[in-house]
Nanobody, 126 residues
């Protein structure tokens, strides 16, 4: 059974930085694309970033381009989300997810991912 565990969330002032980590266990990691999503209170879960299994290709939501960086370490079975210049509107629970093998859906679509972590809270104060 695949397990994803996020860490690194917390409270930070606007303009600050955080690095989220997502550690995978119980299944293959290095052959799967991975993604980060977030969900703010009263809003739908939204795509943040994705990375291919090799790490060579990344995608970002327009709202985070230039501020967030997704990366992975296949040897450590971990995917990261480095966040800088944080804004109050970045406040949300952040989830990592494993993309389904051979998914024909776009990387931004939550149903294209089959395993999810429990989430980590990021709060950005103004």
């Amino acid at each position: 059974q695949v397990q994803l565990v996020e860490s690194g969330g917390g409270l930070v002032q606007a303009g600050g930085s955080l690095r989220l980590s997502c550690a995978a266990s119980g299944g293959s990691f290095s052959t799967y694309d991975m993604g980060w999503f977030r969900q703010a209170p009263g809003k739908e879960r939204e795509f943040v970033a994705a990375i291919t299994w090799s790490g060579y290709t990344t995608d970002y939501a327009d709202s985070v381009k230039g501020r967030f960086t997704i990366s992975r370490d296949n040897a450590k079975k971990t995917v990261y989300l480095q966040m800088i210049s944080l804004k109050p509107e970045d406040t949300a629970v952040y989830y990592c997810a494993r993309r389904r093998a051979y998914s024909q859906l776009g990387v931004t679509t939550p149903i294209g991912y089959d395993y999810w972590g429990q989430g980590t809270q990021v709060t950005v104060s103004s």
